[in-house]
């Protein structure tokens, strides 16, 4: 079958995409179904397996990609039949174990990622546990892979783990990305207040167009000020984050009393400065957040199924995927970079 591979680890990893015809077939096993891929979308994990996960023996050559949408191919034993022929769009967090504590997620360790620990989407075709996927039914297969995983991460972040209510005000770093604009996506739905933050004017300008209520540029300085102006001094009340490094100093600096900072990676460095002080006494949280559990996964969907969009930013053929892979290394896009296989 035909696959976009990672053939080595190392940076700049669009140099080491390669686009094969002759990848082996896939035969579901037990309880799992083989997808014929209509698209598939990046995120920044994609890079993360191309420059050699930290802590993981990763092989070469594989396929990344942990956003895919497709029609139901093949299906292993134990599998309902009705499977077949089916639209569905994938979860790629499978459960090893059940959570420690109840009514907690499942953590990293007690998680297995498809297009990390195994093969991924960006291929021809991708295999999958039967109880990972949802139907979905007419759904452009495009916009439906550009959903699935930024959206289901930032649901998780705000509704799951910061708890978010209507009308709250909202702070989300890094506008551009998949998952800030999914958490936008999400707020807006809530009719949240939102302050975007971006190194560049334009994409400021891009969700000034979607309906941000304010925007702050960063320039590599302390923006908290220009957060508290905005709020009436007051801050806000959830920082949706996954850039970590410098920008966790404001972050906290911008957070009303009560407030929660939630993050889901650190793409700038994972030990910021920060200020212990201002977190007890302003009574702050700073939570965790990873992927999610199908049934936030059927939440989220919900909302797709209504008519929540994702962001697009562009779409590539699948003979183009280095192409695909340069521009989310360039981190030039707006929104979410799609690869089509049909």
Same mark, same amino acid.
């Given at each position: ?13 669009? +140099? %080491?995409?390669?686009?094969?015809? %002759? ?40 396929? !990344? ?33 059940? &959570? $420690?504590?109840?009514? +907690?997620?499942?953590? &990293? ?17 991708? !295999?999958?546990?039967?109880?990972? $996927? ?6 452009? &297969? ?32 890094? $506008? ?69 490094? &410098? ?29 212990? !002080? ?22 989220? $969907? ?20 280095? +192409? ?19």
């Amino acid at each position: 079958m035909k696959a976009a591979v990672i053939a080595r680890e190392g940076v700049p990893v669009a +140099n %080491n995409v390669e686009v094969v015809n %002759n990848w082996v077939d896939l035969s579901p096993r037990a309880g799992e179904v083989v997808v014929k891929t209509e698209a598939s979308a990046l995120n920044h994990l994609d890079l993360w397996v191309g420059i050699g996960m930290p802590g993981l023996d990763l092989e070469y050559p594989r396929i !990344s990609g942990s956003d895919g949408c497709g029609i139901v191919a093949a299906i292993g034993d134990g599998v309902d039949e009705s499977w077949l022929g089916k639209r569905v769009l994938l979860n790629a967090a499978v459960r090893q174990s059940a &959570p $420690i504590l109840p009514g +907690n997620s499942a953590t &990293p360790k007690d998680i297995r990622m498809i297009g990390e620990h195994d093969h991924g989407t960006n291929a021809e075709y991708f !295999s999958t546990p039967v109880q990972n $996927i949802l139907d979905v039914g007419d759904a452009d &297969p495009v916009e439906a892979a550009a959903f699935g995983l930024a959206h289901l991460t930032s649901w998780r972040m705000l509704i799951t783990r910061a708890k978010l209510q209507a009308g709250q005000t909202v702070l989300i770093t890094g $506008i551009g990305g998949g998952a800030a604009l999914a958490a936008f996506n999400i707020c807006k739905h809530f009719g949240c207040k939102t302050i975007v933050t971006s190194r560049h004017q334009w994409k400021l300008d891009k969700a000034a167009e979607l309906g941000a209520d304010a925007t702050v540029l960063d320039k590599g300085e302390d923006w908290s000020r220009e957060v508290r102006a905005l709020t009436g001094k007051r801050g806000v009340d959830v920082c949706v984050d996954s850039v970590g490094g &410098p920008l966790h100093f404001p972050i906290i600096k911008s957070l009303a009393r009560g407030g929660t900072l939630v993050t889901c990676g650190c793409t700038a460095g994972a030990s910021p400065k920060t200020d212990l !002080s201002r977190i007890f006494w302003n009574q702050l949280n700073i939570v965790g957040s990873t992927m999610g559990t199908m049934d936030e996964f059927r939440s989220v $969907i919900s909302l797709f199924k209504r008519g929540m969009k994702p962001v697009v930013d562009s779409v590539h053929d699948a003979v183009e995927a280095q +192409n695909a892979f340069a521009r989310l290394e360039s981190g030039d896009q707006f929104g979410k970079i799609v690869i089509r296989w049909n």
